[in-house]
């Protein structure tokens, strides 16, 4: 798949306690420990690499943030996290083009 399907978010826990990550509509959740940086990817559905969007249009990734959570929602057609080594962490579908932080 071609970047322009393809997008990617970093997000880092830069506090003093874990974090944990939640990644919807799959419901998974990860703690991420102080100074970690994750990436998370996605794939657009559509033949023309664009985005459902959550609050609007065309948007690959919506993300709340409380004191203690994060929460990605994911507007791909799957996912995958993993650190900014490429080292895989999570992946929901296995249908999910190739793996790791740039894929």
Known sequence: MDSVGTARLLISNGGESALELTVEPWAETHQMLPKQTWVVVTHSPAADGSWSGTLREDEPFQVDYRPESITVW??????????????????????????????
């Open 74 to 103: 994911v507007n791909g057609n799957c996912f995958h996290l993993s650190d900014t080594d490429a080292n895989v962490i999570d992946s929901a579908d296995w249908h999910c083009p190739a793996q790791g932080a740039f894929s």
